[in-house]
């Protein structure tokens, strides 16, 4: 298996649990692996084998925006549920970072991996 990867896909959303966290939106940045055979696109050069990475992360960005979701844990879950039914792969690793949360940290999240149900 291998993997395509997005990394730090700044998106604004309204996330947290406490009232101000949930007066406007936060930016959260997005790393996302996913699962996918790369071999039969590279072998023939061709764009329509491989996962169309801007079309992911426009669902991603589209999706993340219009979410309100208090838990980090959540997004993660519900992004990588998205993931796995609109697009073909197998599976896929989620981690969201929300920078400024712990004023001594660059940030902080979760990084979830899962898998298509067989």
């Avoid at 992360?57 to 519900?78: I, S, Y």
């Amino acid at each position: 298996m291998d993997t395509i990867f997005i990394e730090q896909l700044g998106v604004d959303t309204i996330i947290g649990v406490y009232d101000w966290e949930r007066a406007s939106p936060q930016r959260v940045y997005i790393d996302l692996d996913i699962g996918f055979y790369t071999r039969d696109a590279a072998a023939d050069d061709d764009v329509a084998q491989t996962l169309d990475y801007k079309a992911v992360a426009d669902r991603v960005a589209e999706f993340v925006t219009a979410a309100q979701f208090k838990l980090v844990e959540t997004l993660a879950e519900e992004t990588a549920r998205v993931l796995l039914a609109e697009f073909d792969v197998p599976q896929v690793a989620v981690r969201i970072n929300k920078p400024g949360a712990l004023p001594q940290a660059a940030g902080v999240g979760v990084r979830i991996f899962r898998q298509r149900e067989a």
